[in-house]
């Protein structure tokens, strides 16, 4: 009996949901018990893979290529599914390099009966029945037209899906991403190609903007700076109750003399991207991350200068390549922050920064803290008990098990811990006020949504996202002494016009007075002030 190229697809992506992805559904199953609850996101998941699959093999298969291309993946994904079920590996791009380097002797001893009968059951049977199916291959037109079918079909599965479970993928994606390594055969596809892209891309050459960059007060002992910059995590701006939120989530800012910023956007709506761009010459419109990364960002101008420091502390995920040529500390760990209890908090990185002042004292400094923040969805666990002002609040990481108001609550106790955070990082300054000219600066690297339309945490693409992901908390505080060098109520009346991340670049210059062709006074936020 002849079988279209599409049933053959249909029932191949199947045989994968069904008999090479046990590892996966049972380390789904871990996070989401079968209960009434979450049977009908399991059953999502399932017409999820099987649409990816499906989409994946409509892309590639074609007369002569079809069944050649489903025949590796079974062989291969058979011996996936063996390691992952037995040894509880994942096949990422680092196993492949270590499979890469693995002598006969090592590979004989893993060698099993366990592992031929996953071979014969679901890599040489399968590949049997494929390789004598008879099937039926029309003229090019409507092959093109079955293809553009059962694409369509899947894309609307996947589309229906994530819709109808969107609280359920957003703790999925977000906090569970372990999850889908288990995938088979798809993750592993997805590691060969990451491996091989790393294995044989060129290296770029590295673009310096300013080979020799100065500052006017470059020997001028009495004029030293000292200035903070804090990286936000996640952070909205119609949270801050400094821009009108009607709960009172920055209590202890409000008594300081800041000026805040209360219409600044971000760069993306993702760390990875907004990170790299706030820092990088690039604006959101011309920014790419492997340019960026290869491009001398305005940290590193910084430190060309030869005398001015700076340091780098991370409490989040890492500096998106930002730090690369810098002094970098990680605080996520408990060896070097020294205030942890279910996690390390972002007020442990202010410790020890009097012992590294000391030790560059004669030297302008930069020093960048980079926030956990409002990371989500387990905003639960961003904040000590004692900041847990407002309740009742989620206290899971799955979203779409908690009301509106228990989301709120737990994102809003987490500003107010940021609120307190943003404080001390003040009172540290302000001991130094004098010695040196001091400043924070702080940003959040993009919003979050929580729940507003069925969309939660954030990572949409920026055409299509809400405000609430791109409009972001931001504010500045100056000492008495740095204040003397601009019109301070300047800064405070313009501090409601629009600003973005891309001022960041050019702010970060003019602060510490750079002298360069790449400074765009127009782009500085602080210039008409000065």
């Given at each position: 009996?002849?079988?279209?190229?599409?049933k053959?697809?249909y029932?191949?992506?199947l045989?994968?949901?069904l008999?090479?992805?046990?590892?996966?559904?049972?380390?789904t199953?871990?996070?989401?018990?079968?209960?009434?609850?979450?049977?009908?996101f399991?059953?999502?998941?399932?017409?999820?893979?099987?649409?990816?699959?499906?989409?994946?093999?409509?892309?590639?298969?074609?007369?002569?290529?079809l069944?050649?291309?489903?025949?590796?993946?079974?062989m291969i994904s058979?011996?996936?599914?063996?390691?992952?079920?037995?040894?509880?590996?994942?096949?990422?791009?680092?196993?492949?390099?270590n499979?890469a380097?693995?002598?006969?002797?090592?590979?004989?001893?893993?060698?099993?009966?366990?592992?031929?009968?996953?071979f014969i059951?679901?890599?040489?049977l399968?590949?049997?029945f494929?390789?004598?199916?008879?099937v039926?291959?029309?003229?090019?037109k409507?092959?093109?037209?079955?293809?553009?079918?059962?694409?369509?079909?899947s894309?609307l599965?996947?589309?229906v899906?994530?819709?109808?479970?969107?609280?359920?993928?957003a703790?999925?994606?977000?906090e569970?991403?372990?999850?889908?390594y288990?995938?088979?055969?798809t993750?592993?596809?997805?590691?060969?190609?990451?491996?091989s892209?790393s294995?044989?891309?060129?290296?770029?050459?590295?673009?310096?903007?300013?080979?020799?960059?100065?500052t006017?007060?470059?020997?001028?002992k009495?004029?030293?700076?000292?200035?903070?910059m804090?990286?936000?995590?996640?952070?909205r701006?119609?949270h801050?109750?400094?821009?009108?939120?009607?709960?009172?989530?920055n209590?202890?800012?409000?008594k300081?003399?800041?000026?805040?910023?209360s219409?600044?956007t971000?760069?993306?709506?993702s760390?990875?991207?907004?990170?790299?761009?706030m820092?990088s010459?690039?604006?959101?419109e011309?920014?790419?991350?492997?340019?960026a990364?290869y491009?001398q960002n305005?940290?590193d101008?910084?430190?060309?200068?030869?005398?001015?420091?700076?340091l780098?502390?991370d409490?989040?995920?890492?500096?998106?390549d930002?730090?690369?040529?810098?002094?970098?500390e990680d605080?996520?760990?408990?060896?070097n922050?020294?205030?942890?209890d279910?996690?390390?908090?972002d007020?442990?990185?202010?410790?020890?920064?009097?012992?590294?002042?000391?030790?560059?004292?004669?030297?302008d400094?930069?020093i960048?803290?980079?926030?956990?923040g409002?990371?989500?969805?387990a905003?639960?666990?961003?904040?000590?008990?004692?900041?847990?002002k407002?309740?009742?609040?989620?206290?899971t990481?799955q979203?779409?098990?908690?009301?509106?108001e228990q989301?709120s609550n737990?994102?809003?106790?987490?500003i107010?811990?940021?609120?307190?955070?943003?404080v001390?990082t003040?009172n540290?300054l302000?001991?130094?006020?004098?010695?040196?000219?001091?400043?924070?600066?702080?940003?959040?690297?993009?919003?979050?949504?929580l729940?507003?339309?069925?969309?939660y945490?954030?990572?949409?693409?920026?055409?299509?996202a809400?405000d609430?992901?791109k409009?972001?908390?931001?504010?500045?505080?100056?000492?008495n002494?740095?204040?003397?060098?601009?019109d301070?109520?300047?800064?405070?009346?313009?501090?409601?016009?629009?600003?973005?991340?891309?001022?960041?670049?050019?702010?970060?210059l003019?602060?510490f007075?750079?002298?360069?062709?790449?400074?765009?006074?127009?782009?500085?936020i602080?210039?008409?002030s000065?």
């Amino acid at each position: 009996m002849k079988i279209s190229s599409n049933k053959l697809i249909y029932i191949v992506a199947l045989f994968f949901v069904l008999f090479a992805n046990y590892s996966f559904f049972n380390k789904t199953l871990e996070v989401y018990p079968l209960n009434l609850a979450n049977i009908g996101f399991l059953l999502s998941l399932v017409l999820l893979l099987w649409s990816v699959i499906v989409i994946f093999l409509t892309l590639f298969g074609f007369k002569k290529t079809l069944k050649p291309i489903i025949i590796a993946l079974l062989m291969i994904s058979s011996f996936t599914a063996y390691f992952m079920d037995s040894y509880g590996i994942i096949i990422d791009d680092s196993m492949l390099l270590n499979t890469a380097q693995t002598n006969m002797s090592e590979s004989m001893d893993l060698l099993s009966l366990e592992m031929f009968l996953y071979f014969i059951f679901l890599g040489l049977l399968p590949s049997t029945f494929v390789y004598f199916s008879k099937v039926e291959y029309i003229n090019v037109k409507s092959e093109l037209k079955n293809k553009l079918k059962a694409f369509g079909l899947s894309l609307l599965l996947i589309g229906v899906s994530v819709f109808a479970f969107s609280g359920h993928y957003a703790s999925f994606f977000r906090e569970h991403k372990p999850l889908r390594y288990h995938t088979n055969p798809t993750y592993w596809i997805y590691s060969v190609i990451k491996f091989s892209s790393s294995t044989f891309k060129k290296e770029q050459e590295f673009k310096v903007l300013d080979n020799n960059p100065n500052t006017k007060e470059e020997n001028d002992k009495n004029h030293k700076e000292l200035i903070i910059m804090v990286v936000g995590e996640a952070v909205r701006s119609d949270h801050f109750s400094l821009n009108g939120y009607s709960k009172e989530t920055n209590p202890q800012l409000k008594k300081e003399d800041i000026v805040n910023f209360s219409n600044l956007t971000s760069c993306g709506t993702s760390t990875a991207h907004s990170v790299p761009c706030m820092f990088s010459q690039l604006t959101r419109e011309t920014f790419d991350k492997d340019e960026a990364k290869y491009t001398q960002n305005a940290l590193d101008i910084l430190a060309k200068t030869g005398h001015i420091n700076v340091l780098w502390r991370d409490n989040n995920s890492d500096s998106k390549d930002v730090a690369t040529r810098l002094t970098y500390e990680d605080f996520k760990n408990p060896k070097n922050n020294t205030i942890c209890d279910d996690e390390c908090r972002d007020e442990g990185m202010l410790v020890g920064l009097d012992t590294y002042i000391q030790k560059h004292k004669d030297e302008d400094i930069l020093i960048v803290l980079h926030q956990m923040g409002n990371h989500g969805p387990a905003y639960y666990k961003r904040y000590p008990k004692s900041f847990e002002k407002f309740k009742p609040v989620c206290e899971t990481n799955q979203l779409e098990s908690c009301t509106n108001e228990q989301i709120s609550n737990a994102y809003d106790n987490a500003i107010l811990y940021t609120d307190d955070f943003l404080v001390k990082t003040i009172n540290f300054l302000k001991k130094y006020d004098g010695k040196y000219e001091t400043a924070m600066i702080y940003m959040s690297d993009h919003g979050e949504s929580l729940g507003e339309n069925g969309v939660y945490l954030h990572g949409l693409p920026y055409i299509v996202a809400p405000d609430a992901q791109k409009r972001v908390g931001a504010l500045m505080w100056f000492g008495n002494t740095i204040r003397h060098d601009f019109d301070y109520n300047k800064v405070v009346n313009s501090s409601k016009n629009e600003y973005s991340h891309d001022n960041l670049f050019h702010t970060l210059l003019g602060i510490f007075e750079i002298q360069s062709e790449v400074y765009e006074k127009e782009m500085d936020i602080l210039h008409g002030s000065k």
